[in-house]
């Protein structure tokens, strides 16, 4: 079956650190460029980070930059997402979403060009 599987979301306190994984199943990401997203209760999915297929570019959204870390497995299949120094606003449902081509430079594409979507993981920041 071919599919995207996020974990690692979890209840964390303000300042805590959690690493979220984006696993792929029935194909490899090598020449994926994978992007998270976020969506907090009643607001839009936003982009938060992303990783081209070559060379392993990376950006950020400027509310994350400096906190998150996106990095690619390529022997794992897995992307992960290293999200430091957690505040109350990084609440919400994390997704990854897969683009496969050849892309230098990644960047957030509209939802309907990714190829694939995880189902999502729950990330709560709170005391």
């Known amino acids: 079956q071919v599919q995207l599987v996020e974990s690692g979301g979890d209840l964390v306190q303000p300042g805590g650190s959690l690493r979220l994984s984006c696993t792929a199943s029935?194909?490899?990401?090598?020449?994926?460029?994978i992007s998270w997203f976020r969506q907090a209760p009643g607001k839009e999915r936003e982009g938060v980070s992303c990783?081209?297929?070559?060379?392993?570019?990376?950006d950020y959204t400027e509310p994350v930059k400096g906190r998150f870390t996106i990095s690619r497995d390529n022997a794992n299949n897995t992307v992960y997402l290293q999200m430091n120094s957690l505040k109350p606003e990084d609440t919400a449902v994390y997704y990854c979403?897969?683009?496969?081509?050849?892309?230098?430079?990644?960047?957030?594409?509209?939802?309907?060009?990714?190829?694939?979507w995880g189902q999502g993981t729950q990330v709560i920041v709170s005391s």
């Open positions: 979403a897969a683009v496969h081509g050849l892309f230098s430079q990644c960047r957030f594409l509209d939802e309907d060009d990714y190829d694939y």
């Open positions: 029935g194909f490899t990401l090598d020449y994926y460029a």
């Open positions: 990783i081209s297929s070559l060379y392993d570019s990376t």
